[in-house]
């Protein structure tokens, strides 16, 4: 069993400190690497799928979420307002309303539609102290978002797309959902009160679920204020779950908003508006895949993906020159030298780095590589050039494994 918070610590990815706060960890630079490397791809996986990234502020008017219910439905987990020259801000508790305001901000022909809009973008949470841990549950988060404004008929093709690239992001990360839940509302007033908003969106969801063959459990009380949602859940290896990935129809912000576009009719007609996050916030879903993978990184997403082992002070040269290829390709290269210690101690400490690059004399002479592979593999020397091109094609590839056969 892996905890994230002590794997965190012991690889250097992140830290917390009392005097930034609790629930406001820190990312270390091996750490900052994994969520760049993260977020790009995210980013790259988006603009294929016809979305376009946009920037809003992490602060608006108390009066935006007024308009979109998160004041009067969500106010407990929000920071108090701040007073700036008279008006209250608050720190957002979602994306959602920005990207609503953005929509509205521009007029809309059905011929745009589905317009996916996506953002990496900071958000805050007022967590009790009680419930804070790691990366799992904190107060600043950086959230996957994207928000997808169509009409009735493309919403069921818009979510299995969703649900597709999902998978794909799952494949690609080794990570496997433990099942996926159709979250409703419960009893109590923290739910919008739209008996036949709530019946559309739950069917058009189930809908899918059914199409795209996906078994599912439905869940009460789990569903968004403002409508329900398919959630994936993930297991860390206590068998604890957690919701990485959600996919939301909502009819309620856009009727709050006074959202439209032009039909072919002429006339103003309401968009659907679906949320969709693909990993959730980055910093629970790099959590999970520490745990899922005990700090051993797909090679794609690891801080290093080549340690360059020379045997002697002789083969260095030749290991900064292939350590300077490395980074010419765009590859993560570590060299440890000698000066680390025997060959044996330092082919332990890199246990975690996918691929290990030994130099020796004979290696040297020709240009070679001996290469070991982090799953204990081992490859007669071969031409550097050949293996750096092999470990190219695997990461480019997001491949979850280390040398095809």
Not at 60 to 80: A, N, Q, T, V
Not at 132 to 138: A, K, N, Y
Not at 177 to 205: F, I, N
Not at 294 to 306: I, V
């Amino acid at each position: 069993m892996h905890d994230h918070r002590k794997l965190g610590r012991e690889l250097d990815l992140f830290d917390t400190d009392p005097l930034i706060g609790a629930g406001l960890p820190y990312w270390l630079p091996d750490g900052a690497v994994v969520r760049h490397t993260l977020e790009e791809y995210i980013r790259t996986a988006e603009r294929r799928a016809g979305y376009r990234h946009v920037y809003s502020p992490v602060l608006g008017k108390r009066e935006l979420y007024e308009i979109s219910g998160h004041w009067s439905h969500y106010s407990d987990d929000m920071f108090p307002p701040m007073d700036l020259s008279g008006e209250q801000v608050v720190l957002r508790p979602s994306l959602c309303p920005h990207h609503a305001v953005i929509y509205r901000s521009r007029s809309h022909s059905y011929r745009e539609l589905p317009l996916r809009m996506a953002e990496l973008g900071g958000m805050y949470r007022s967590e009790l102290s009680g419930v804070l841990g790691g990366l799992t549950r904190v107060r600043a988060i950086q959230l996957n978002d994207a928000h997808i404004f169509c009409t009735l008929d493309q919403v069921a093709e818009e979510v299995q797309a969703a649900l597709e690239l999902i998978r794909r992001a799952y494949r690609a990360l080794g990570v496997r959902p433990a099942r996926y839940r159709l979250s409703l509302p419960g009893p109590g007033g923290k739910y919008v009160a739209a008996p036949e908003m709530w019946q559309r969106s739950t069917a058009l969801l189930a809908e899918v679920l059914d199409r795209f063959g996906l078994p599912y459990e439905a869940a009460e009380g789990e569903a968004a204020f403002y409508g329900p949602k398919i959630d994936v859940q993930v297991a860390d290896s206590a068998g604890r779950e957690s919701t990485l990935s959600t996919v939301q129809v909502d009819f309620h912000q856009p009727a709050r908003f006074d959202l439209h576009y032009i039909g072919p009719d002429g006339a103003k007609h309401r968009p659907v508006m679906i949320h969709r996050s693909i990993i959730g916030s980055v910093e629970r879903a790099v959590a999970h895949l520490i745990e899922e993978h005990g700090g051993a990184f797909p090679a794609w997403l690891a801080p290093t993906q080549l340690a360059i082992l020379p045997v002697s002070e002789a083969e260095l040269p030749n290991a900064e020159a292939l350590a300077r290829r490395c980074t010419g390709l765009g590859l993560r290269a570590e060299i440890a030298g000698p000066e680390r210690g025997t060959l044996g101690a330092r082919i332990r400490e890199a246990r975690l780095v996918p691929y290990q690059a030994v130099i020796g004399a004979r290696e040297a002479a020709d240009d070679h590589v001996a290469l070991r592979l982090r799953d204990g593999r081992r490859h007669d020397p071969q031409s550097a050039d050949d293996v750096l091109a092999r470990i190219v094609a695997l990461v480019d590839a997001h491949s979850t494994g280390l040398w095809d056969q």
